[in-house]
């Protein structure tokens, strides 16, 4: 179905059912998550060269699949926490010399983050680098520690509401641990970059350490590096240093209203045509006063060390949040895949400071000691072609 055939149905089934603002945009989401779903096929069954290179062998029939939290057995979702848990019991591969608060495999994700933080936002890696990262953090999961599963992701737009209350921040044994503690009389986070106006989120109904569901005793040993306070200011540091802390986490609601919700992402996929534009709205235009669905995601978890741009990768959730960011994308390029596969916009530095070449599909990505090799932008622009074979399920 075509996106103008697929918005005469949507606006049909609207007219019949009389839903709900909310209810119409998760309608519009669904839609156009089946449509990619449906071009994705169409696109594995065609041998031409152009629609895919010679060697991939992802097919149908072997594409592995990835699912929201929420439609996980309990079974499954506490493989999936166990299976980070004991990434966190094993050695790094990061040097002490390099990295000395790196202390387990997990850490080596972190550190890799912190490490390339100023190349792989608001840059031409941005969508790719984060894809390669989640990926390679699956692909631990199951050769380090057994697992068995998909990565899972986190669909803001179901519990926009009410986050804390989903099955993802529930604090049952089988959610992704629950809210910090609640600490009174929090003032906003105060979001500054260069001379653009600050943007002020409301504080969540947390703040404190994580006290319930698998990662209640879970220590966060890298950062801060930026770490924005509900005072106004910011708590800063290499990142590297070994700083052993709880998991903290500030669940806001608000943020999760206003910047994550159905609508945002409906918006984002239909309404910018280039990538350069899918991108920026996706993480913010500056001095607009949003920081876009990828921020939104951020600090709707909130806390230490979700706030910090360079350490969220610390919260065990940013790899859910991920994967949602990673399916609006594969989403909008499924929804013109002839032009938007290779669609690439933007240089190798944070809003091209400092100046640095524009990314191309030679650019070459290296996440370190996460592992996963040195490998080209050109390799991953498309989830069924390359080192990939996966797809989404609603």
Aim: aromatic fraction near 10%.
């Amino acid at each position: 179905m075509g996106i103008r055939h697929l918005a005469c149905a949507l606006l049909i089934a609207a007219a019949a059912a009389v839903p709900t603002a909310r209810d119409d945009s998760l309608t519009a989401l669904n839609s156009f998550i089946d449509e990619a779903v449906a071009n994705q096929a169409e696109v594995l069954d065609d041998t031409t060269v152009t629609a895919r290179s010679k060697r991939s062998t992802c097919t149908t029939k072997n594409l592995s699949v990835r699912r929201p939290w929420g439609s996980l057995s309990q079974a499954d979702r506490k493989a999936y926490t166990d299976a980070v848990l004991c990434l966190q019991k094993l050695p790094a591969k990061t040097p002490a010399s390099l990295v000395p608060g790196a202390k387990s495999r997990y850490d080596d994700f972190v550190a890799t983050h912190i490490n390339q933080t100023g190349y792989i936002h608001y840059s031409g890696t941005f969508l790719a680098w984060h894809r390669w990262f989640t990926h390679n953090f699956e692909q631990a999961l199951k050769n380090e520690c057994g697992f068995k599963g998909t990565q899972p992701y986190w669909n803001w737009a179901l519990y926009a509401n009410d986050p804390a209350s989903s099955p993802i921040f529930d604090g049952s044994a089988y959610s992704m641990s629950g809210n910090g503690a609640f600490i009174a009389n929090k003032g906003p986070i105060t979001l500054t970059l260069g001379d653009y106006p600050a943007v002020y989120l409301e504080p969540g109904t947390g703040g404190g350490c994580v006290t319930s569901g698998p990662f209640k005793n879970m220590s966060v040993n890298l950062g801060p590096v930026g770490l924005p306070l509900n005072d106004g200011t910011v708590l800063t540091g290499t990142g590297f240093e070994y700083n052993p802390r709880c998991l903290k986490r500030d669940i806001s609601a608000k943020v999760n209203q206003r910047f994550s919700n159905a609508t945002s992402i409906v918006n984002l996929i239909t309404q910018n045509k280039n990538i350069g534009d899918f991108q920026m709205v996706m993480q913010g235009v500056p001095g607009s006063g949003s920081i876009g669905v990828h921020g939104g995601g951020h600090y709707t978890i909130g806390g230490d060390p979700a706030d910090d741009v360079s350490t969220s990768p610390g919260d065990p959730v940013f790899y859910l949040h991920h994967g949602m960011i990673d399916l609006t994308w594969w989403t909008w390029q499924q929804l013109d895949y002839k032009n938007r596969r290779n669609a690439i916009a933007g240089t190798g530095t944070f809003l091209n400071s400092p100046p640095s070449a524009n990314t191309t599909l030679d650019t070459v990505i290296d996440l370190g000691y996460a592992g996963g090799g040195p490998i080209t932008m050109r390799e991953l622009m498309s989830i069924n072609d390359g080192p990939f074979c996966y797809t989404y399920s609603r």
